[in-house]
């Protein structure tokens, strides 16, 4: 039997309450919480820090950042997915999804370049035990480039692949309503003159519709036949959401209007929002601000995106800023994503559940991560 983790003196953040007291842990699981101290000589005293549970992140492209960190640049896979596994720990996420796009609108760009590698490094470093977060995987689906089904076909099937996501960024449309903003963003990140720019904006317009209703179609059957959750991506209007929900789809991701957020509550999808577009209060692209879907309540599951550590620290601007109960806006960082990922056995402090733990200090504004643990076993 394996040394049981004692650690006292700690606020534990439950699913509903905030509990002054200890936690124990056995096996690599949550075996009892309680109100008292310890005085065993083996307990941890917390110094009345915040217990959390192990952070469950959704959606995030920072281990793609790892693998191509400058254009023209193509760093070492494995290399690349350990520095994106520290980063990940550092930030308090015990479980990621690293969020693998099929397609891109520009040709030949890493995204397309990197993506089986980046997916079998992942194989390998974790199967060697190398990795101190758990890593899976998010599919996330162009509809409107010409190979993706023919890709999607080939990885669906991975058992590492726990959540698919339909986008669609057509110039003209959702994320880029604004060709002005989309120019203004592509060029600037390959260099684009304005004749490609424009020849680009014509060829994804002419791809969208040829591929994108029937790519929709065959990979939304895929993923039901695999019991995979799906999400929609930038929806826009109250019709993209209608659509996704006569779908099956379980997850509005960064809706860019408060229509599309309003009705994605409406038809029960839960909303999965921006942390770096919560903390600066605005999005990069334009859209809705997080923190205004936040204040009327349209905001169930936060992503990190392409900031690790701006995931804890949206949770607790939540709780600070936007008068979420702390368990609540953990429950943003913890819980939902884990039930939308089928990941039942983590995302709260409960008896029975994986010790997968964070303890934190508060040190107004920031949350400082001091300790975490995945399974009971210290890995930052």
Known sequence: MTKELILTNAKIVTPKEVISGTLHVQEGLIT???????????????????????????????LENHVAPRPGVRWPSLAAILSHDAAIVSAGITTVLDALAIGDLVEESSRLRDLQDMIKAVEIVQGKGLLRAEHLVHLRCEVGYPHTLEIFEGLVQNPLVKLVSLMDHTPGQRQFTSLKKMAHYYQGKYGLSDVEMNKLILTRQAYQREFALRHRREILERCKERRLPIASHDDTTSDHVAEAASEGIVLCEFPTTLEAAKTARVFGLHILLGAPNLILGSSHSGNVSARELGKRGLLDILSSDYIPSSLLYGAFLLHQELDFPLPDAMATVSLHPSQIADLHDRGSLEVGKRADLIRVKWDPPLPIIKNVWRKGHPIF
Not at 32 to 58: M, N, Q, W
């Open 32 to 62: 009892g919480i309680d109100t008292t101290g310890s005085h065993l000589a083996e307990r941890i005293d917390l110094e009345g820090d915040y217990l959390l549970p192990g952070l469950v992140e959704l959606h995030t492209d920072h």
